[in-house]
């Protein structure tokens, strides 16, 4: 989804979707297993409320966003937000106990997706983790899994644009867990939800 659309949305994001996110939001948390005074890296973080969780637990949080409109909301929360590129981020290396991603990766060219990784990877601290959050190939046949996968589908459909076309190249490649072997990482904790749909999987580099 392009910047100026997430701009646009950015008043009533949250309202829309945090009635369908708070489980996944809750469960972030419980994977990220995050102590106080952690140094979290969110990318992509957008109005702020998986933030809001992070410092709730104790976090030394900071986000980054291309939206400014999303940046703008989240900055009501008392939030540390950059405005800056997760390709290109103003940071450190080697500064962050955890780097997550939510849902974000899936929307963008694969190369751009492979490259907020490598940039999380590089101010995460060797013996840091990510913690990412993405949709998922399920091979569960029950009802509830085909009507959450079809869900999806019709959401990212209805959205259109390069959105869908690189949510499908996701998808068609495997989802978040073949794209994580296509690293050098390992997985240290995977949480399934959403009937298998969404993966909340906890990896550190080898």
Same mark, same amino acid.
């Given at each position: 989804?392009?910047?100026? !659309?997430? +701009?646009?949305?950015?008043?009533?994001?949250?309202?829309?979707?945090?009635?369908?996110?708070?489980k996944?939001?809750?469960?972030?948390?419980?994977?990220?297993?995050?102590?106080?005074?952690? =140094?979290v890296? !969110?990318?992509?973080?957008?109005?702020?409320?998986?933030?809001?969780?992070?410092?709730?637990? &104790?976090? /030394?949080?900071?986000?980054?966003?291309?939206?400014?409109?999303?940046? !703008?909301?989240? #900055? =009501?929360?008392?939030?540390?937000?950059?405005?800056?590129?997760?390709?290109?981020?103003? $940071?450190? +290396?080697?500064?962050?106990? *955890?780097?997550?991603?939510?849902?974000?990766?899936?929307?963008?060219?694969?190369?751009?997706?492979?490259? *907020?990784?490598?940039?999380?990877?590089?101010?995460?601290?060797? +013996? #840091?983790? *990510?913690?990412?959050? +993405?949709?998922?190939?399920? /091979?569960?046949?029950?009802?509830?899994?085909?009507?959450?996968?079809?869900?999806i589908?019709?959401?990212? =459909? $209805?959205?259109?644009?390069?959105?869908?076309?690189?949510?499908?190249?996701?998808?068609?490649? &495997?989802?978040l867990?073949?794209?994580?072997?296509?690293?050098? *990482?390992?997985?240290?904790?995977?949480? $399934?939800?959403?009937?298998?749909?969404?993966?909340?999987?906890?990896?550190?580099?080898?």
């Amino acid at each position: 989804m392009a910047v100026s !659309e997430y +701009d646009s949305m950015a008043s009533y994001y949250d309202k829309v979707l945090e009635p369908i996110l708070w489980k996944m939001r809750r469960n972030i948390i419980k994977v990220s297993n995050v102590q106080k005074g952690m =140094k979290v890296l !969110e990318v992509a973080c957008g109005t702020g409320t998986q933030a809001v969780r992070f410092k709730k637990v &104790g976090a /030394d949080y900071t986000g980054v966003d291309l939206s400014p409109a999303m940046l !703008e909301v989240a #900055g =009501k929360k008392n939030l540390n937000c950059l405005h800056a590129d997760g390709t290109k981020m103003p $940071l450190k +290396d080697n500064s962050f106990d *955890l780097s997550t991603i939510t849902l974000a990766l899936h929307e963008v060219d694969p190369e751009i997706s492979r490259q *907020l990784i490598f940039e999380m990877l590089r101010v995460t601290k060797a +013996d #840091g983790f *990510l913690v990412l959050v +993405d949709y998922t190939k399920s /091979d569960k046949k029950n009802i509830y899994t085909k009507i959450a996968n079809s869900s999806i589908h019709y959401i990212e =459909k $209805l959205v259109g644009g390069s959105h869908y076309r690189n949510y499908k190249k996701f998808m068609k490649s &495997g989802g978040l867990i073949s794209f994580i072997e296509s690293f050098n *990482l390992t997985i240290v904790e995977e949480n $399934l939800i959403f009937g298998g749909n969404i993966g909340i999987i906890k990896v550190r580099k080898n």
